[in-house]
């Protein structure tokens, strides 16, 4: 944890915070600090600074805090992703939010299996406590948008046109013959499909809107490697 992550409720006064819960554990066990010491705080989707520990306990900690500066700048990209298996999506949401990525779509694909849409991972407060961690750990406030979208149909034909438009898309995809690009100074959208990567229909759907099918080489990753490696060749 990189930052101390607050949030509106924590706020006891203008410029004082009282925390009770997993952060007052990280800051009292993990950074071991003590009354007097300065964090590096900042409140959610606001902006960042440095808290000084007033009082510290093992019910609460109370800080007075200065926030002074933005946050980091969001990652120019948009991730669709066809949904992990929940344990690795866990690990995708820590990465993704981790780099930047502000806005992701969790989507079908023939080979994401049915129960997957079922997990208890999926309810909101699930996937923003992941966000939270990873957010926590670029030292970043701003909370990243998920969007559950269970029928690819639908939602390649009708609401993908609008989310690619005027950006370059881009389906990472084992057997395409083009390389993906390096470091590309425009707004990207980039689709990523589950183990074994989208069938032939969905790459073809794919085309049809406009996106490119780009490869990073022959050997098979698992999506928690091929998020962060292609959101850093990329970006």
Known sequence: MNLILL????YIAADTVRIHDRRLQHVAHVLRSAVGDELIVGLLNGPIGRGTITRLTADDLEMTVV??????????????????????????LFS????????????????????????????????????????????DTRMPEIFLRPLFKPFVEDELPGISKGTLALVAHPAAEQPCPREV?????????????FIPYEIAKLASTGFIAVSIGSRPLRVETVVPVLLSRLC
């Open 96 to 139: 993704a939010a981790s780099m930047g990525v502000k806005k992701l779509y969790l989507i079908n694909a023939a080979r994401v299996e049915k129960s997957f849409w079922k997990s208890p991972l999926l309810r909101v407060e699930r996937l923003q406590e992941q966000l939270v961690l990873g957010m926590e750990q670029a030292g």
């Open 67 to 92: 926030l002074e500066r933005h946050a980091p700048a969001p990652l120019p990209l948009t991730l669709i992703l066809a949904l992990p298996r929940p344990k690795m999506l866990r690990r995708v």
């Open 7 to 10: 949030f509106v409720h924590d």
């Open 185 to 197: 100074n425009r707004q990207i959208t980039l689709a990523i499909g589950p183990e074994g990567g």
